[in-house]
């Protein structure tokens, strides 16, 4: 079901986007960067989190680490993770195949400048064995992202 509300979404809103469903697992970086045949920091690795008041989702490229000191003084406390058990209720997405199109209700979208290293990134399509090619500016335009500094300045 998350895929088709992902394709809705695409249709619904006139994208010229298509989600690219594999027969391979894309459900981690490194298995999406695998299967799609790209770097895994073109993977955007899309993390729900928990604040206060609401859910958010923030974009990162595939392999960078979420710095706690930013997230901090940007949104003024503490990271948390969306509960695994929850994510997909927040989402719409099974872990795995969170991704910032077609969700259940409006989120909060968040884009982390590591992913204007790239022309083109591959967020997930709604399910463990998809993704979407996708234009980062035009992904920001798509989600009405809003561009942050929240990610660790070096990679694993």
Known sequence: M????????????NLPL???E???DTSTVEKAAKALGVQPDMIAKTLAFELKEKEILILTKGRAKTDNRKFKDYFKQKPKFVKYEKVEEVTGHPIGGVCPFGLPK?????LDISLKE????YPAG?????A????VEYLAEVTKGIWIDITKDETI
């Open 2 to 13: 998350s895929v088709q509300s992902v394709k809705e979404y695409f249709k619904d809103n």
């Open 126 to 130: 709604g399910s463990p064995n998809s």
């Open 22 to 24: 594999t027969t391979e």
């Open 18 to 20: 298509k989600i690219i």
């Open 118 to 121: 790239f022309t083109t990134v």
């Open 106 to 110: 409006k989120l909060d979208i968040y």
């Open 132 to 135: 979407v090619e996708i234009d």
